[in-house]
């Protein structure tokens, strides 16, 4: 997945085994139990004697996958909205804030998902919702391969917002927020 994140892995590219194993010291068997995972996840296509190779997303795949997004992530943050004051979720929101705010600092695009990935999690763990984390998890994986970006300065201000609605116990804007963040994507996407 990292590979994913950081372009050394494009949509269509054939994975080799004997060349993931000599990349990542790993066995053939740990490779083949990723690729099935990766299979699992809709992240890669295998075929038998044909291997594997990183799945193709469509311009109208990345808009459906983030129209899904805009739905969940929405949720999340209005449910997190809802239950901001149990047990240490503000605490736990503001730290996922503060990562999200480090890594649009810095310049390294990995570092970057995954402190968004960890943000939308915070907000589903918030909202006490194992369902919504996981399915989260899962769009993430094909959210990687939306070259899509926001400048950190936007980027900064949209999950300050999200979070600021929600720290405030204001769910029907941190919905807002959230959705607002999400489809500033797809209007990008939309665009190109």
Do not use: C, W
Not at 2 to 15: F, I, M, N, P
Not at 108 to 126: E, P, Q
């Amino acid at each position: 997945m990292r590979g994913l994140y950081e372009g050394r892995y494009v949509s269509g590219q054939r994975l080799v085994e004997p060349d993931l194993i000599d990349r990542y010291g790993v066995s053939r068997s740990t490779v083949r139990e990723a690729i099935k995972r990766l299979a699992a996840q809709g992240v890669v296509e295998t075929r038998h004697y044909h291997g594997a190779r990183i799945m193709t997303v469509t311009e109208e795949e990345a808009r459906n996958i983030l129209l899904i997004a805009e739905l969940l992530v929405g949720l999340a943050a209005r449910q997190a909205a809802e239950k901001i004051d149990r047990g240490t979720a503000r605490q736990d929101l503001r730290e996922a804030l503060d990562a999200v705010t480090a890594a649009s600092e810095g310049s390294d695009r990995f570092d970057v998902i995954l402190a968004r990935n960890r943000f939308h999690r915070t907000l589903a763990r918030i909202a006490g919702s194992r369902v919504l984390e996981t399915t989260l998890g899962n769009l993430h994986v094909h959210l990687v391969r939306n070259k899509l970006v926001m400048t950190s300065e936007q980027r900064a201000a949209s999950y300050n917002r999200i979070a600021d609605a929600i720290l405030a116990g204001d769910a029907d804007a941190a919905e807002a927020h959230a959705k607002a963040h999400v489809r500033a994507m797809i209007e990008l996407l939309e665009k190109t």
